[in-house]
């Protein structure tokens, strides 16, 4: 008997029906259902990306303001100007007049993206409250005035850029986010290496601020010059650089956050640099600091330092900063500075103290134990014995006149305390009266905020007065600059580590 195969069954499929009638839907259907169910909701929830993820990859400079008014006072206009708000200026940047749909309340980022890859290197990130009203608003046909940025609705947050992709792309983003911590106003962190090398390129270079960091440090654009590369499709360009190229490999990273009456500044050094270990030492040490000298009542800044190790950070710090110490102060790894102290007596303080005169300069005042003494000779000072004075010519010029100006021919003079075993050294006019004062009144105290319950071990601690403050720190405590919450009035200064890394807090006391 031969087997005849059926033919397959071709009739339309059927639903299987319950007993009550009703269409059952196969089991295997129940997991396509509820993925068409997610990616619908998801469609219609508009799913936000985090704020971190709104960075670009290629960002290397990024602000973070904790809303549109911070935004506005980090940008403040000098005081009788009459320019717009900063957020109206932004919102007719952005094609977005008014800034429609954007949240007033949450925060909001300025970044600069890589300069090299396109026209225009800044790039927003906006909080949005209504993506509709944003949409609307920028494809405004009846918009007066537009200009080269796009803006593109991501969930909660808006990009806006001159770059049509990046601002596609935000959203899937890695770059670096600078935290905002409770009661902060803004922070901004940097790629410090990538920023350099932004810094310097010649369209950049000639505008501030970095045009006058730049000149500090020894970076001269007008040498700039550029010649074949050896027969490849190009040149190279050369200009004399100063200590630029020192400074961009000291850091990796660099962030401020700025509350409303301090700041808090963090740079990472380089995981060669000499600090790396003294900063992991100094954060280890759980020894009680030594007592510093006091410094003379009347001083309008001052600088506390406990120990060899702290006065070593400080600098390096300084120097990796790009200070130009005198080279007979840095030579043998800062030799000059007595690095080899060792003990309860290797405390420093150094001081500013007004000069007598019409001119405003400063009187350099330093205290501590003789056997720890700094080599004065290496800073252009003469050195008096014990007790006597000497003439000061034209020596340390820079600091006797921080606000400019050259100092007048004044003297140095030595004497030691009248307690303990402690002596002074004052340069500058007034020397000898102003050191026999100190030197009768000066004792070694706690350096201020050490051991407080939760603070981090203080490198050296430092501070200045409300109008040496203004003079010495410029515009960068005036309405907009990076300093300005510490503004009117005196200032504090403690440098420590945290994370390996080294912090400088700024905080003003009194005033306002």
Avoid at 170 to 194: E, I, K, N, Q
Wanted: overall charge neutral.
């Amino acid at each position: 008997m031969t087997h005849v195969p059926t033919a397959p069954d071709r009739s339309p499929a059927r639903t299987p029906v319950s007993a009550s009638g009703r269409r059952r839907w196969p089991l295997a259907l129940v997991p396509v259902l509820l993925g068409l169910a997610y990616v619908g909701g998801d469609a219609l929830l508009a799913r936000s990306p985090s704020l971190e993820a709104m960075v670009p990859d290629d960002a290397i400079l990024v602000w973070r303001y904790r809303d549109l008014d911070a935004f506005d006072a980090a940008h403040a206009a000098p005081e009788g100007s009459n320019q717009v708000r900063a957020s109206e200026e932004l919102g007719a940047q952005v094609n977005l007049p008014g800034l429609p749909g954007i949240a007033r309340d949450r925060p909001l980022l300025e970044a600069t993206l890589d300069p090299t890859r396109r026209v225009d290197a800044r790039f927003f990130v906006l909080p949005v409250e209504d993506g509709g009203a944003v949409r609307k608003a920028f494809a405004d046909p009846g918009l007066v005035e537009r200009h080269a940025r796009h803006v593109v609705v991501h969930g909660a947050w808006a990009a806006a850029a001159w770059d049509h992709r990046a601002a596609l792309d935000a959203g899937r983003g890695r770059g670096g986010l600078p935290p905002l911590p409770d009661g902060a106003r803004f922070s901004v962190t940097a790629d410090w290496r990538r920023l350099v090398d932004a810094a310097v390129l010649p369209w950049v270079a000639e505008r501030p601020p970095y045009a006058g960091v730049l000149a500090a440090l020894g970076f001269r654009l007008d040498s700039l010059s550029t010649a074949p590369d050896g027969g490849a499709d190009g040149a190279v360009a050369k200009v004399e650089a100063g200590r630029v190229p020192f400074v961009r490999e000291a850091w990796t990273r660099a962030t401020l956050v700025a509350w409303d009456d301090r700041v808090e500044l963090t740079l990472v050094p380089a995981p060669e640099s000499e600090l790396v270990p003294l900063l992991r030492a100094h954060a280890a040490d759980t020894s009680p600091l030594a007592e510093t000298p006091e410094p003379p009542a009347d001083a309008a800044a001052w600088i506390r330092c406990p120990d060899a190790r702290s006065r070593k950070i400080l600098a390096l710090a300084l120097w990796y900063a790009g200070v130009a110490w005198p080279e007979a102060v840095s030579k043998d790894g800062f030799a000059a500075l007595r690095l080899d102290a060792a003990g309860p007596g290797e405390a420093w303080t150094v001081a500013a103290v007004p000069s007598p005169g019409l001119l405003p300069a400063w009187t350099l005042a330093w205290a501590g134990r003789g056997p720890a003494a700094p080599a004065f000779a290496a800073f252009g000072l003469p050195v008096p014995a014990v007790g006597a004075t000497s003439p000061l010519a034209r020596g340390i010029a820079a600091l006797r006149a921080p606000f400019g100006g050259e100092p007048a021919e004044a003297e140095v003079a030595r004497f030691p305390a009248a307690a303990g075993d402690l002596e002074v050294l004052v340069a500058g006019g007034g020397a000898e009266p102003m050191a026999r004062r100190y030197a009768a009144e000066v004792r070694a105290t706690a350096m201020p905020g050490a051991g407080a319950a939760g603070a981090r071990r203080p490198i050296v601690t430092g501070y200045l007065k409300a109008l040496d403050a203004q003079r010495v720190l410029g515009p960068a405590v005036e309405p907009g600059g990076l300093l300005s919450s510490v503004a009117g009035g005196d200032v504090e200064v403690v440098l420590t580590t945290a994370d390996g890394a080294l912090v400088l807090g700024v905080r003003r006391v009194g005033g306002r």
